[in-house]
């Protein structure tokens, strides 16, 4: 540093934090080149998005897997796929976050298996488990068992990796998803400090792991958070989460070693931030986003990585990823930033913005600990009716203009892109042969086992299940044996069951949306309702496959409850069947599939043609959905009335549009 330097610097620039992209698709091969390339571009870290088969604990060659495969991230069905996804990247040398939440324990003895094989000392090697299975029953939906069974896997990974591997961070508290769902900065900080209670609280009172070591466990609970446009609003936030924190860890669970309470985060800025329409203002939102989450040095994240400006419009290419590395780079090693000390500190300003936050997030936390803990507030439904709440108020603001969302509502007369011009591939296209490649693959893997080592690895699984012993010895030796995903999976879901969350619906508040024109479209369908012969037009909201992104879907239920509609939603992961059957059983008008995970183009023709075979076929079927042009012409060609998109953020205008097509399908 410039030995002239002005006075108010640090005496040395700080090391910046870990820098990643979230990357995996298609397969475990290909991937592994992906993380290669990034690596070499000066990434110091893996973010490793897995497949929502994979995180939902099913083989590549499972019904509900038909379509999901290597969509949204890398497909781990066994050892084998693990060995591959790391072939060449020396794991004892490399931090690596894991996004996977039910089936985390399985991937991390993967993972562990892959390291012993390379002679890595797993004692050495660092990285994270995103193993926050609350949030999933809130947002994201890949959950698999029961809120308390859930709990005890997350424990065990704890009490494992506790002893075998100490700098691994075996949990990852996720306000991301909250706020994704919904969540105010008093909600997300509260209900995701609820979380970290019920999961210190399990550890604690599991035995596993001796009082006197509830430091240890602190100091490697790490939390992911979600940083959005408002960046101000975003460093306040994060600064109350570090008081609330040191707080909680020093007086509920007596640590007193401070660098034991420090509150350590990774962040993914806002992604359902991101816009599909003038998708080049994504790059300026993602950059102020980033800001808020590395201005304040006191709330600095330890690990940031950032969407790419596309991902609107379907999967980012390794290009669009490389842009985003190197917004991270330019500010680390261009700018001063990490040169001086907290920029806040003192700011009147800042701290009653942290105040404020504080005093909310603990009247919730104090609220949730009151209805008995996290697990029940989410079994009553509480928390999930509080964030489709929030949502339906964030919507509202956005469609009457409150909010203002460039390009979308306001200042929409725009020049054509370059970066989407025809005939640009402005996305990575998933490959159809990779499913049917996955799939052939599996079944050959299992097809070399021994099958008396299985099915002994997979009784003794079952067996710890039902009693108290940790699960992490059985789920290893299902490792060796060679067990899939799914098996392991099953093998729980036999013991532990499966559950279903609630949706919000019932309780969330009727009426809020404020807009003027819902009292005319509540007219048109009453009056259509009256034409038909009917009490009220009856609408069934569907989610096929495995994609558990159901906020969309869940405002859409809400608007239409409001306009007049019976709304019939059974909530994620269903198959083509289930949907066609509760179309049939309860003779509804119009169907509403929503499908964000780019499966459309496999799980809307099985729903159509399902129909069809029941003789429904004269039934309008829409969708929404992430779905590039190209391919909403062919879901229309298919017989889908039509095609919503992220674009169609006015929910009124999208219900009066529903009533068009019935209206339209009965000839009215």
Not at 53 to 60: A, E, F, K, R, S
Not at 72 to 92: K, W
Not at 554 to 576: H, K, N, P, S
């Amino acid at each position: 540093m410039d030995e002239k330097a002005p006075p108010g610097r640090l005496p040395e620039r700080e090391r910046p934090w870990v820098m990643r992209t979230y990357a995996g698709h298609s397969s475990a091969t290909a991937s592994n080149a992906l993380f290669r390339r990034n690596l070499a571009k000066g990434q110091t870290g893996l973010s490793i998005a897995f497949d929502l088969p994979t995180q939902t604990g099913y083989d590549p060659d499972h019904e509900l897997a038909v379509g999901e495969v290597g969509r949204v991230g890398v497909p781990v069905a066994h050892l084998g796929d693990m060995r591959a996804l790391f072939d060449g990247i020396p794991l004892a040398e490399m931090n690596t976050s894991m996004t996977i939440n039910a089936p985390a324990m399985w991937l991390l003895a993967l993972y562990g298996a892959v390291g012993a094989e390379q002679g890595a000392e797993l004692a050495r090697c660092a990285g994270t488990t995103q193993n926050d299975i609350i949030k999933e029953y809130l947002s994201r939906g890949t959950y698999i068992f029961p809120p308390a069974a859930s709990l005890r896997l997350t424990a065990d990974v704890i009490a494992y990796t506790l002893r075998e591997m100490p700098r691994w961070n075996p949990v990852n508290i996720c306000s991301y998803h909250l706020q994704e769902a919904g969540a105010t900065p008093v909600q997300e900080v509260g209900f995701a400090l609820a979380t970290a209670v019920a999961v210190l609280d399990a550890v604690r009172d599991a035995g596993q792991v001796p009082a006197g070591r509830m430091g240890d466990v602190v100091a490697r609970i790490s939390f992911f958070v979600n940083s959005g446009v408002r960046f101000v609003e975003e460093i306040a936030k994060m600064r109350a989460f570090g008081a609330l924190w040191d707080e909680i860890t020093r007086e509920r669970y007596g640590v007193t070693d401070p660098k034991q309470r420090r509150f350590r985060y990774g962040v993914q800025v806002n992604s359902l931030g991101l816009t599909e329409a003038q998708p080049e203002n994504n790059i300026q939102r993602i950059v102020l986003e980033m800001l808020g989450v590395t201005l304040s040095r006191d709330a600095r994240a330890r690990a940031v990585q950032l969407p790419a400006w596309n991902e609107a419009l379907g999967l980012p290419r390794p290009w669009d990823q490389q842009w985003s590395l190197r917004m991270q780079q330019v500010l680390a090693y261009e700018s001063d930033l990490l040169e001086y000390p907290d920029l806040f500190a003192g700011s009147h300003v800042m701290t009653a913005l942290v105040d404020g936050i504080v005093t909310g997030a603990r009247a919730e936390l104090d609220k949730v600990l009151e209805m008995g803990g996290v697990v029940a507030a989410v079994e009553t439904g509480y928390l999930k009716s509080a964030l489709v709440g929030s949502l339906a108020e964030r919507r509202r603001r956005l469609e009457v203009g409150t909010d203002v969302v460039v390009g979308v509502n306001r200042f929409t007369e725009t020049e054509s892109s370059p970066l989407t011009a025809s005939g640009a591939e402005a996305i990575e296209q998933v490959d159809p042969a990779v499913e049917a490649a996955a799939v052939a693959s599996v079944r050959e893997w299992r097809s070399g086992r021994d099958d008396a080592a299985v099915d002994a690895a997979l009784d003794r699984l079952r067996a710890d299940a039902v009693t108290t012993a940790n699960l992490m010895p059985a789920t290893l030796a299902c490792v060796r044996a060679g067990v899939t995903t799914g098996e392991w999976a099953g093998a729980l879901r036999q013991v532990f069951g499966e559950y279903r969350a609630p949706t919000g619906l019932a309780g969330a508040p009727i009426g809020v949306s404020g807009d003027s024109g819902l009292a005319a479209v509540r007219e048109r369908v009453a009056t259509t309702a009256r034409e038909l012969g009917a009490g009220r037009l009856r609408l069934l909201v569907g989610k096929p496959g495995l994609d558990g992104h159901s906020n969309g879907a869940e405002q859409i239920a809400v608007r239409a409850r409001d306009a007049g509609f019976e709304v019939i939603y059974q909530g994620i992961r269903l198959t083509a069947g289930q949907i066609v059957a509760a179309a049939v059983e309860e003779d509804v008008d119009l169907v509403g599939l929503s499908v964000l995970s780019g499966s459309h183009l496999d799980a809307v023709p099985a729903v159509l043609d399902g129909l069809r075979a029941a003789g429904r076929g004269d039934l309008p079927v829409v969708v929404g959905g992430i779905i590039p042009p190209g391919d909403a012409e062919a879901l229309r060609a298919a017989g889908v009335a039509r095609v919503f998109t992220p674009r169609d953020f006015a929910l009124t205008g999208i219900i009066d549009d529903l009533v068009t097509v019935v209206r339209a399908a009965n000839g009215l």
